[in-house]
T-cell receptor, first 113, second 112 residues
C-alpha cells in the first residue's frame, strides 16, 4: 500500500528555475528517501534524511523534514532539462528491521529548455 | 559489478503462461527486494530477502507468485498462470543494511 503523497502531481518549469516538491506521510518513520525515475526506467536514489535530521543538502538538492507535520520537501535549484523525471518520496517505518519502503505516487517534473 | 541487473528488460506473454524474471544484485548487498509498479503509481512492495531467507511477503504476492534467492546471490520471481492484471514493471533493489537502495532498471511485463 502507498504511504506517502507527493504534491503537486505534476510540475512544469523553465530551465534555471527552482522546483519544489512536497511529500506527506502517515506513520512514524525511521527515515525518508527521495528517488528519481526517468520514463520507463528504474529508480535512482537521490538522498536519505533520518527522522532526527531537519535538513540535508546534496549538490543542487535540498531536502527538509518536519516530523511533527509528517512532511518533507525536495528542492531542486537551477533546474536543467535533464532533471525532467518523476520524483518519489519513500519512507521506512520506525522500528522496521526489514527496511521496507513505502512510496508515494510521485511528482512528474518537466523542465523546458 | 556496478549495479543491479534485471533480465529480461521486456516480456510479452499470453494470458495463462508462466514467466520468470531474474535479478542480480550488487554482490556485497545482503538485502534484496522486489517491487511492482503500475502506470502512474509508485512502486509497491512484494517481497524481501535477507541473504537466502525470504523474510516478508506482501499480500499482493498471491499464490501464483513465487520468489527465490538460492545461496543468497541472484533472485528469481516467477508468475504462474499470468493474468492481464499482472502487467506492470517489476523492480528489484538491493542494499547493505537497509539504507540507500540500488534499483535495477526493471522488467516490464505485458500480458496479452
Amino acid at each position: 500500500s502507498q504511504q506517502g503523497e507527493e504534491d503537486p502531481q505534476a510540475l512544469s518549469i523553465q530551465e534555471g528555475e527552482n522546483a519544489t516538491m512536497n511529500c506527506s506521510y502517515k506513520t512514524s518513520i525511521n527515515n525518508l528517501q527521495w528517488y528519481r525515475q526517468n520514463s520507463g526506467r528504474g529508480l535512482v536514489h537521490l538522498i536519505l534524511i533520518r527522522s532526527n535530521e531537519r535538513e540535508k543538502h546534496s549538490g543542487r538538492l535540498r531536502v527538509t523534514l518536519d516530523t511533527s507535520k509528517k512532511s518533507s520537501s525536495l528542492l531542486i535549484t537551477a533546474s536543467r532539462a535533464a532533471d525532467t523525471a518523476s520524483y518519489f518520496c519513500a519512507t521506512v517505518d520506525r522500528g522496521s528491521t526489514l527496511g521496507r519502503l513505502y512510496f508515494g505516487r510521485g511528482t512528474q517534473l518537466t523542465v523546458w529548455p | 559489478d556496478t549495479g543491479v541487473s534485471q533480465n529480461p528488460r521486456h516480456k510479452i506473454t499470453k494470458r495463462g503462461q508462466n514467466v520468470t524474471f531474474r535479478c542480480d544484485p550488487i554482490s556485497e548487498h545482503n538485502r534484496l527486494y522486489w517491487y511492482r509498479q503500475t502506470l502512474g503509481q509508485g512502486p509497491e512492495f512484494l517481497t524481501y530477502f535477507q541473504n537466502e531467507a525470504q523474510l516478508e511477503k506482501s499480500r499482493l504476492l498471491s499464490d501464483r507468485f513465487s520468489a527465490e534467492r538460492p545461496k543468497g546471490s541472484f533472485s528469481t520471481l516467477e508468475i504462474q498462470r499470468t493474468e492481464q492484471g499482472d502487467s506492470a514493471m517489476y523492480l528489484c533493489a538491493s542494499s547493505f543494511g537497509g539504507d540507500g537502495y540500488t534499483f535495477g532498471s526493471g522488467t516490464r511485463l505485458t500480458v496479452v
